[in-house]
């Protein structure tokens, strides 16, 4: 569904960002504006152009879900009972732990040095994807806590519902606005963040790597970054989140820290 779902658990409703559905509405309404208005100029005998190409994005969406997740699918390596079983074992407690109907499907690619994770879906399927890098971090450099933290955000983004194929062809429009999609966006992260810590609260120093990378995280003070969100700040602090699909990590890191308030997302 498009907003909070009728009949989604109570849980996941008190996860959720406060200021969430009022960025959703925002951007389904830029959205369904600029759809009634292609559909208008198309009526009016403007077949070609910016009304041809708006009408066209519910099967862009549709193509570009359909080939991200057949790419995962060719090119990962799935997260089972016998391949990587622990964060296999992961994936299933945290879709247990959000009630959801279905074990999502999970990969691991390769990361080129990139510190990563997704969560998407295809029809009826759901999946989340850690990037080889970031899933090192719970193998190789003995975290686990680290990748539950991780596999726990991805799950709470399909728990939220932020998945869904009508839900990212609502906001495909403003998603090209510059700030506006991003808002939207922030805030989902805080929501899944907010998952992440109901489901593995010792993991969330976790996210160090991705000040500092898999290798030096553990040196770096959670807490010295998240002390920061008070004293670094500017216009140009703000021009950086505003236009980011994820909170800085000062910001980022004081929500993660200070559980008596949202995250903030401007």
Known sequence: MLLMRWGEPRRTRALRHPKENTALLVCLAVTALAVLGAVNR???GESTGQPLLVLAVPLLVFFVRGQLYARQRVNG????????????????????????PQVPDAYVVPGHGQI??????????????????LF???GRLADPEALRFVIG?????????????????????????????????RAQEYTADNHAVEFCPEGKEGLRVLAAGKY?????????????????????????NLLSSHPVNTWRFHALTDRSRPGRLL
């Open 42 to 44: 198309a009526v009016d």
């Open 77 to 100: 390596v799935p997260i089972s009972e016998t391949q990587f079983p622990e964060a296999h074992r992961m994936v299933v407690d945290a879709a247990r732990a959000f009630e959801l």
């Open 116 to 133: 990563n994770a997704f969560a998407s879906g295809h029809g009826s399927r759901r999946f989340v994807v850690v990037y080889s890098d």
């Open 136 to 138: 090192e971090v719970g």
């Open 153 to 185: 955000h991805e799950v709470g983004h399909i728990a939220a519902g932020h998945v869904s194929y009508w839900r990212q062809f609502g906001i495909s429009v403003a998603d090209i606005i510059p700030g506006l999609g991003a808002t939207l966006s």
């Open 216 to 240: 030096l995280y553990r040196e770096v003070d959670f807490g010295a970054i998240a002390a920061r969100a008070h004293t670094d700040q500017g216009l140009f602090v703000m021009l950086v």
